[in-house]
């Protein structure tokens, strides 16, 4: 492991356990501010560097149908998979009417939907994945219903899949296109530095983007990944994950740095 745990005899109720750290947040927009806001109330500055971002899809009037449907009420349920769907119904200022439940497929996703003014009526009790989502509306719905899946272009159509079978009536529809965006010199240079102390990786696509833009990451750097799926989708892309928080919740994941000792960057001491 290239950062170390705190000594076992290290206090572990400080008010502000993350006091000196500077953490790379890598989402912006409402999740990625809810985010920077835990990470200053723990006593860190969050960085936040946007790695990813949502191209349009390339068939732009069928997601705007599927909207339209959705804030008529054609849907019964309308499933989330990715906080950067959350993106693109905030972008299309989606309206989702009182009669349309939303499923969010892990504690992350629920996040991001709440902080963009949505509302969250069920996430999966304990697999945080397409199938696990499908397997919990399929027992909560046992007559044939309509929902709205929203994805992006290489999501597997397993949700989808499993949904139809059941005998729902789905309308997959692809809402994005995701493409990583270049983060700034200085930020590149605090990371290889070490003057970033920290890095959450939240997604598979971030932890791809992590990969490819940081090249050299000190041994002393945090890699924090938010559960065991990114976690396997981080290592499988090249990163050494450090820890990997018990659950898929930003507090989680922010609890799971603070084990750590603060790690100093290489060039800090120089004069």
Known sequence: MKADLMHE???????KPLGGWRVLVPRGG???DGVAASLRS???????APLINFAPTNDIATLETALADLAAGAFDWLTV?????VDVLFAYRAKI??????AAVGETTAAALQAAGYRVDLVPDRDNSAAGMADQLIGLEPEPRDILTLRSEIAKPVLTKRLVEAGHRVRSVVAYRTVGVP???RIAHDVESGRINAILVTSGSVAEQVYLQFPNIPEGTVIAAIGPRTAKDARQAGLDVDVVADRQTVDALIDAVSQFALPHAADEFQP
């Open 9 to 15: 005899d290290s206090p572990r109720h400080d008010p």
């Open 30 to 32: 409402p999740w990625g």
């Open 42 to 48: 723990q006593g860190a500055v969050p960085v936040v």
């Open 81 to 85: 998979t990715s906080a950067t769907t």
């Open 97 to 102: 009417p009182a009669s349309t439940k939303v």
């Open 183 to 185: 983060v700034t010199e």
